[in-house]
């Protein structure tokens, strides 16, 4: 074990059974006092007890019955720990020790915090939790580890008046003088401290049981019931697909979904508590899109899929975070595809996790999915697309390679054989390979330790197909790697015969293929990989794509991977721009969601050069047809991903300069703001198109949309465009607004995030960041949104821009920041390479 694991990690001899916990908030002085017994049993005679404890003071502490006693408590706060000295040796076996403690109710979306809410017009506080990954030691002295399963009997002494949320059903409420009530809770199963949860304020739910008996319930703050049914029809569906799924009951009576009007993710599982931001589990059906409500719809099972995968079976530790991380990210696919199969979400997939993930994975600055991991703030820093979305596609890959059947059967297995207890990465191949009596472990083994993935390339010879691989690098890297990954791979031709084989061999071949006039490698893109193809072959590949023989996933594959391979000089812009040419027809959301990610990137990287209007021309063009066929209402029945396409294609028209377009964007706008309906699928893009093109009085009208909407999702498509303003000083109102009281914290980051997308934004955002970087590191350093004040200004493209952001961060040093600084800078010197390399052929190619 490392030496800087061995220092937060508990000694493993000394083990917690059962935890007693009584809870006093104070809702009013934001502060809290408890008492708690803890049983725990050790395997020799110990002369101290050290607990995982952080900013919460110990005022007392004695060992319950026998004869020893506690002589002294000391801290740690580097390791966030208490140890209690024993005046004689606490005999080998079961121990109780019983503890008395005070904390404040914090206002930084951890441990225990407080969340601000209105309730017949008076402002109130709430109480919350969010403990993972170490914030449990917040609330109360415990094993804050995930390994450490424990059980739980929680009480807590509230004003009659609210309602307390916690992991299990009330046992029993005592009323307490003064207009108190003590809520007493049932025992929890086995669990982890970081699954946890309490939640103490005003709140109306609504309810349905499930066909299997679990009584499911949506929390919201007053007023906002009409908002929970999306949520409770959706999650009550999911729980009893899940309970077929993985042939397991959930073991609650309950499944609790509470939105929080200050939440720093956007939901936490805790085992029957699920907590959401409100913009993740409301649904308001004249105000919320069709892609909102898809979001919410996946991530209510992501979260649910966790109470099986996570909270059952939990990683031993966090450098297994990929296992609760990755496969819940998988998971929502197969529920939301199985309760609404006319959304094809598995389609979207490639575009919305595999894509992001290989555009991570590709930096030289990424990381392996299994990772050492020892400080809080390391653990902190691996909640990101290498954990989540590089973790369900690898997932997804050995699915495709041993079969949904063996698939479902090897999952069940392994919850079957670690329920109640923990497992690591290898625990769950041996059950995928018991069940398909398939090599999945080999297969495995350099997905999840090695970081990176391959560019698979095509040679096609006389006798057939030959394929080689390397690692692929975004940037041409001075780093080497000669790793060699075992592939799954299918191989279609004209005459549609699929194969799969394993390269696994730095070069491998296949014969059979050499009459075929064309040659598509990983058909719907279920490996992890890239595709090089040689120039001859991608020309025979535009036809197939032409008459989409090939699969949506297959031809948005292509489209991606000629962007990522003029990044990495295997190809050019120009190649990537011509290629095209072949979409002319396309309809397909995903294929258009690339080419428009791809466009507007290029047209940001163009900015202020003067090739900026000629390449809104040429974009403008290539996005016309979408955006005409699109229209500007809803078609009778149209397809799902044909509303949500409307708004991207819309978008990127107005963006790239259409006259049309933006002139219908604000005869839209006007008549909305008169009390008009303007649906909410393509709302935001509208508002964006006017303020992209508005000055001081179309901002005054967003900042009064932001102020008087009662909906998140309004606020949010607001605040959007009042980060799309071109004027310098709109946009600093814009980050003093975000960064005042008027905006939740919660939200902060996004003003920064936008910002760093209008080119006449970013330096005005990185200003303010700079200036106000001690604000934000008090406010967030150390929890999971403080890396993306970060990221965003990967955006830059200037040489001297890298140096400055990384000059910044040098002398401003903070923990668990330190790969995001890496990626971004790393990020911010691509860029500037790619235009020095690619500007001339551009403007040659921009003449015609
Ligand atoms: N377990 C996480 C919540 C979490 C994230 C806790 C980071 C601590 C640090 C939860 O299951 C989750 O993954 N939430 C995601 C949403 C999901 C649909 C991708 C989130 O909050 O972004
Ligand atoms: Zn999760």
């Known amino acids: 074990m490392a030496k800087n694991q061995q220092k937060v990690l508990l000694p493993s001899h000394v083990k917690p059974i059962h935890y007693k916990i009584y809870l006093e908030p104070d809702l009013e002085a934001f502060v809290f006092k408890g008492e708690e017994e803890i049983e725990f049993v050790s395997d020799r005679k110990i002369v101290d007890l050290t607990l995982h404890s952080a900013e919460i003071e110990v005022t007392g502490a004695e060992i319950i019955g026998g004869k020893v006693s506690v002589s002294k408590i000391s801290y740690n706060d580097r390791a966030e720990t208490v140890t209690f000295k024993f005046k004689n040796p606490l005999p080998t076996g079961k121990s109780k020790i019983k503890i008395s403690f005070a904390g404040i109710l914090n206002d930084k979306m951890r441990g225990f915090y407080r969340s601000r809410y209105k309730h017949d017009g008076q402002e109130y506080h709430m109480g919350v939790t969010q403990f993972e990954s170490t914030d449990a030691r917040r609330a109360f002295p415990c094993f804050d580890e995930p390994s450490q399963k424990a059980t739980f009997d929680l009480s807590l002494k ?81 729980m009893s697909f899940y309970h077929n799924y993985f042939g397991i009951s959930y073991p609650l009576p309950t499944m609790d979904l509470i939105a929080i009007p200050d939440f720093a993710n956007g939901a936490m599982e805790n085992w029957g508590a699920v907590t959401y931001r409100e913009t993740a589990l409301l649904v308001d059906e004249e105000h919320t899109s069709l892609h909102s409500k898809q979001w919410v719809a996946l991530i209510i099972a992501h979260e649910l899929a966790h109470q099986w995968f996570g909270n059952l079976v939990t990683m031993k ?172 791979m299918s191989v279609l031709d004209d005459n549609k015969t699929v194969f799969t084989l394993l390269i696994d061999k730095r070069r491998s071949a296949l014969n059979d293929f050499s009459k075929s006039s064309w040659i598509k490698l990983n058909v719907n893109d279920t490996s992890f990989v890239r595709i090089k193809y040689p120039e001859k072959e991608l020309v025979a590949l535009m036809d197939p794509i032409k008459k989409q023989i090939i699969s949506e996933e297959g031809r948005f594959a292509i489209v991606r991977d000629a962007f990522s391979l003029a990044e990495s000089e295997d190809s050019s812009l120009v190649d990537a721009l011509e290629i095209l040419k072949a979409f002319e027809n396309e309809e397909s959301y995903i294929v258009w969601s690339e080419i428009i990610l791809h466009l507007l990137e290029l047209k940001s990287l163009l900015s202020g050069t003067a090739l900026e209007d000629k390449f809104k021309d040429f974009a403008g063009n290539i996005v016309k047809n979408i955006a005409d066929k699109s229209g500007w209402s809803k078609k009778k029945n149209e397809s799902h991903e044909q509303t949500l396409l409307r708004s991207s294609a819309k978008f990127a028209h107005g963006t790239f300069g259409d006259k049309d377009t933006l002139d219908h964007a604000k005869k839209l706008f006007s008549f909305y703001e008169k009390g008009g309906r303007l649906p909410s699928d393509f709302r935001g893009a509208v508002f964006s198109l006017v303020a992209e093109n508005g000055g001081a009085k179309e901002f005054k009208k967003f900042e009064k949309i932001y102020m008087n909407s009662e909906l998140e999702e309004e606020k949010d498509r607001a605040l959007r465009a009042l980060c799309s303003f071109k004027d310098h000083q709109l946009l600093l109102k814009t980050l003093e607004l975000s960064f005042s009281s008027k905006v939740r914290a919660q939200d902060a980051f996004k003003a920064v995030y936008i910002m760093s997308t209008n080119p006449f934004g970013i330096d005005i955002a990185w200003d303010y960041v700079k200036g106000h970087w001690g604000e934000i590191k008090e406010k967030f350093a150390g929890g999971h949104l403080f890396s993306r004040f970060i990221s965003p200004f990967s955006k830059f493209k200037s040489k001297e821009k890298a140096d400055e952001v990384e000059e910044f961060f040098k002398k401003n040093k903070a923990e668990g920041i330190g790969r995001t600084v890496a990626q971004t800078v790393e990020k911010i010197r691509a860029n500037d390479s790619l235009i020095l390399r690619e500007y001339e052929n551009l403007a040659n190619f921009l003449k015609h």
């Open 158 to 238: 509230v004003p009659s008046d609210r309602t307390v949320i916690s992991n299990t059903l009330e046992k029993e409420v005592i009323e307490h003088e003064g207009g108190f009530k003590i809520v007493q809770f049932e025992k929890s199963p086995l669990m982890s401290s970081y699954l946890l949860a309490f939640i103490v304020g005003h709140f109306e739910h609504i309810e349905e049981t499930t066909p299997e008996g679990v009584r499911v319930r949506v929390y919201v703050t007053p007023g906002k019931k009409k908002q929970a049914k999306f949520a409770l029809k959706t999650a009550s569906r999911i």
């Open 317 to 488: 530790w966090w450098t297994h975070l990929w296992l609760n991380e990755g496969f819940a990210s998988f998971m929502e696919y197969i529920a939301i595809d199985k309760l609404f199969p006319e959304w094809h979400v598995w389609t979207q997939f490639v575009y919305t996790e595999q894509a992001k993930a290989l555009s991570l994975d590709g930096m030289s600055n990424t990381h392996p999915i299994e990772i050492p991991v020892h400080h809080p703030g390391e653990i902190s820093e691996i909640f990101d697309a290498v954990s989540y979305s590089k973790g369900a596609s690898v997932i997804r890959m050995i699915e495709a390679y041993i079969g949904e059947k063996d698939f479902q059967k090897g999952l069940q297995l392994y919850l079957k054989t670690h329920k109640f207890s923990n497992a690591e990465t290898e625990d769950l191949w041996r059950a995928l390979e018991k069940v398909s009596k398939k090599p999945v472990g080999r297969i495995m083994k350099n997905w999840t330790s090695k970081g990176g993935y391959p560019l698979v390339s095509l040679k096609r010879t006389s006798k057939g197909l030959e394929f080689s691989q390397k690692r692929y690098f975004s940037t041409k890297s001075l780093k080497k790697d000669s790793t060699v990954w075992s592939i799954p």
